[in-house]
Structure formats: C-alpha cells, structure tokens
C-alpha cells in the first residue's frame, strides 16, 4: 500500500484524459530525497541515510508514478535498485571510468553522434525524468553539448549535408523532456530534409511518467511521412503498469513502430524467469524487445554488472522459452566498431 502517493493513473486510457502540463507538473513532483523515498515505501532510515551520502553528483531523481509501482517495505525491490544509491557507487573498480564509449570523439557537429553508417544521434537535451545508477549520464552529462538552439541548427545542416543519413534519432537525456511545441519544431526540420526517411526517439519517459504521451505528442510523431519508430527503456515487467499500457497503446495506434531497450542489471532482472516476463508483458503491450544491454562500465556502476558467461546463459534460457522475434539481441557498445557487438 503506498497510501500517502497521488493515485496513478489506474486506466488504460486515462493518460490522454489529463489536462495538458500535467506531466511538467508531475515531473516538477518528482522525489530527490531519499528521506522522503523512504519514509513513502517504509522502509528503514539507514538505506536512506546511506543513499544520502552515495548520490555524488548525480542526485536522486524519481517520478511519483514509478514509486508507485515498488512494492513497499522491500529493500531489494528491483524498481527501486534501478533509482536508490548506494553505498557499492563509491567504490572505484579498474576499468570502470567516466566516459567509456568515448563519444565525444564521434561528434559530427554539436550534438550528432554519427558513429554507424545510415543513421545518427541528435542530443537534443542533457536532462531525463529519472536517474538511473547504471547510466553513462551519470559521470559525463556529455548531452548538454548539442542542446542550444545555435547548436541544434547546425546540427540539422549537418544532417542536411550528409545525405547517407536516411534515419535520426532523437536521444539525449531523454528528447521526450521537451515539450511539445518544440519537438514539433524540430520533427518539422527534419521532415523538410529529404533525404531522411525515418524518425527514431530513445526515451525511457513513457515507462516513467506515461502521462508525457499527450494527444499532441501521439499526433505530432503518427503524422509525418517518415516512418517513427520509439524505443523505450523497461527493464523489469513491474514498471509496466496499465498507465503505461495506455501510452504505449496510443502510439501504437498512431502507427508508431514501438521496441524496448533494457539493460542487463544484477539483482534486478538477471533471470529468465524475470527478462521472459518481460518480453511476454512488451508484447501484450505491441513493444518489440529490441536490445539487451551489457551495462556500459561507468564508474561506480560495477556492482550491477553480469558476467558475459551468465548473461550469455540468461540469453540461450530467453531462446528456449519465447518466440524469436521476442528474444532481445544481447549487445554491447564498443567504441569503434561499425555497430553494438552482439555477445555469445
Ligand atoms: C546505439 C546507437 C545507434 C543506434 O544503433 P541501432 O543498432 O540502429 O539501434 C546509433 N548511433 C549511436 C551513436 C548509437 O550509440
Ligand atoms: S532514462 Fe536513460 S539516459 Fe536517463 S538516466 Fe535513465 S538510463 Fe540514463
């Protein structure tokens, strides 16, 4: 029971009844004090004192909506693993550094990562709507760079000029941080060069605050002629709940192409029961498990790392027991090869 949090949305639909702003309003709710985080899912001041003084630079940041969906008085609660810190971030492990996949040196104009042939990353904001302890925003909020408005232009000449790019991808931080207006801006300008001919956005808020899918954004990213793809991050099948259903069944519906990044996490869905749960739930939801990630090594992430022998285990279990297509590709990035190498 998790009494004392607004109710979730608790209808399929009811993440496009809301007036808009309201997720600029939940977001601005979000809870950055593990007091406050702990006192909600009653649990002992210690883990909160503990995340007190483990944080570093890179605070506690999580949605109401997605407290909601924890399980109340469990420490190891694979929701909140994923957004508490810890103690295990201070330690410094060899070979776990700031910036591991080096993009600073695929940088194509501020902003475009352009590393594999066709397609290239615009960073089009530095911030998201959580902090997630494994991430690589973690040591270097490198996204910041491209996320002026000087710097956005040239960025969309760059990708105007390179005419092999035939895809964009909106990542960041998380591009759906932007409000509607200007994502409608930007859609705009690269549905004016013709030589691109699908729209890609990497954005973990309709998992964490689903009321961001707004009717303006639905129809902002369903009425172009370029072919849209959204690729959310779940890692566990809890953070599905029905809001998110609702958003995920309205940009279905608008012809969205939907896929599911997850990343492989110790103690939090490094089984097969829990990765085939949540390839099961994605596909209820028409979500396309897409990649499973080796977690990128980022200082002071080790300990949610999953030996290669294990996850290539974990991988073959997901084979036996789902259908191809709902078997996620376990990848790794690797600076300087021509696409994410796929482990085993
Ligand atoms: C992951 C990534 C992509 C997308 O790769 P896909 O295999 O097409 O999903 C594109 N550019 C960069 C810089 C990336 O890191
Ligand atoms: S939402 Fe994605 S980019 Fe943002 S902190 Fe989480 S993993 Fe990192």
Same mark, same amino acid.
């Given at each position: 029971?998790?009494?004392?949090?607004?109710?979730?949305?608790?209808?399929?639909?009811?993440? #496009?009844?809301?007036?808009?702003?309201?997720?600029?309003?939940?977001?601005?709710?979000?809870?950055?004090?593990?007091?406050?985080?702990?006192?909600?899912?009653?649990?002992?001041?210690?883990?909160?004192?503990?995340?007190? /003084?483990?944080?570093?630079?890179?605070?506690?940041?999580?949605?109401? =909506?997605?407290?909601?969906?924890? #399980?109340?008085?469990?420490?190891?609660?694979?929701?909140?693993?994923?957004?508490?810190?810890?103690?295990?971030?201070?330690?410094?492990?060899? &070979?776990?550094?700031?910036?591991? @996949?080096?993009?600073?040196?695929?940088?194509?104009?501020? !902003?475009?990562?352009?590393?594999?042939?066709?397609?290239?990353? @615009?960073?089009?904001?530095?911030?998201?709507?959580?902090?997630?302890?494994?991430?690589?925003?973690?040591?270097?909020?490198?996204?910041?760079?491209?996320?002026?408005?000087?710097?956005?232009?040239?960025?969309?000449?760059?990708?105007?000029?390179? #005419?092999?790019?035939?895809?964009?991808?909106?990542?960041?931080?998380?591009?759906? @941080?932007?409000?509607?207006?200007?994502?409608?801006?930007?859609?705009?300008?690269?549905?004016?060069?013709? #030589?691109?001919?699908?729209?890609?956005?990497?954005?973990?808020?309709?998992?964490?605050?689903?009321?961001?899918?707004?009717?303006?954004?639905?129809?902002?990213? !369903?009425?172009?002629?370029?072919?849209?793809?959204?690729? $959310?991050?779940?890692?566990?099948?809890?953070?599905?709940?029905?809001? $998110?259903? &609702?958003?995920?069944?309205?940009?279905? /519906?608008?012809?969205?192409?939907?896929?599911?990044?997850?990343?492989?996490? =110790?103690? $939090?869905?490094?089984?097969?029961?829990?990765?085939?749960?949540?390839?099961?739930?994605?596909?209820?939801?028409? $979500?396309?498990?897409?990649?499973?990630?080796?977690?990128?090594?980022?200082?002071?992430?080790?300990?949610?790392?999953?030996?290669?022998?294990?996850?290539?285990?974990?991988?073959?279990?997901?084979?036996?027991?789902?259908? &191809?297509?709902?078997?996620?590709?376990?990848?790794?990035?690797?600076?300087?090869?021509?696409?994410?190498?796929?482990? !085993?």
């Amino acid at each position: 029971m998790v009494l004392s949090l607004p109710s979730s949305v608790s209808s399929a639909d009811a993440a #496009t009844e809301q007036p808009p702003g309201s997720w600029q309003r939940e977001l601005a709710a979000a809870i950055r004090d593990p007091v406050e985080l702990c006192r909600i899912l009653g649990l002992d001041a210690s883990v909160a004192a503990e995340a007190g /003084g483990s944080a570093g630079g890179f605070p506690l940041l999580v949605p109401r =909506s997605f407290v909601a969906r924890m #399980t109340p008085g469990d420490p190891r609660d694979p929701l909140l693993l994923q957004v508490l810190p810890r103690a295990a971030e201070r330690v410094d492990v060899a &070979g776990y550094v700031a910036d591991p @996949l080096r993009e600073e040196e695929a940088l194509a104009a501020p !902003g475009l990562v352009k590393k594999y042939a066709g397609r290239a990353l @615009l960073l089009v904001t530095g911030g998201c709507a959580v902090n997630c302890r494994y991430c690589f925003r973690r040591e270097f909020p490198y996204a910041d760079n491209g996320a002026t408005p000087a710097g956005m232009s040239e960025a969309l000449r760059a990708i105007a000029a390179d #005419t092999s790019i035939r895809e964009v991808i909106l990542s960041g931080g998380d591009p759906l @941080l932007l409000d509607d207006s200007r994502l409608e801006r930007i859609v705009g300008e690269i549905v004016a060069v013709p #030589t691109v001919r699908r729209l890609r956005i990497h954005t973990r808020l309709p998992i964490v605050l689903p009321s961001r899918v707004t009717p303006r954004l639905v129809q902002i990213l !369903g009425g172009t002629r370029l072919t849209t793809s959204v690729v $959310v991050h779940a890692n566990h099948p809890a953070e599905l709940d029905a809001a $998110v259903a &609702g958003a995920l069944a309205d940009l279905a /519906g608008a012809g969205v192409l939907l896929f599911n990044q997850s990343v492989l996490l =110790s103690g $939090v869905n490094d089984s097969v029961e829990t990765l085939a749960a949540l390839s099961e739930r994605l596909l209820d939801l028409r $979500v396309v498990p897409y990649y499973l990630h080796a977690p990128d090594r980022v200082r002071g992430t080790a300990h949610f790392d999953v030996p290669d022998q294990t996850a290539i285990g974990l991988h073959a279990g997901l084979k036996a027991v789902l259908p &191809g297509y709902a078997v996620p590709r376990l990848v790794r990035e690797v600076p300087g090869e021509v696409s994410k190498v796929w482990i !085993g």
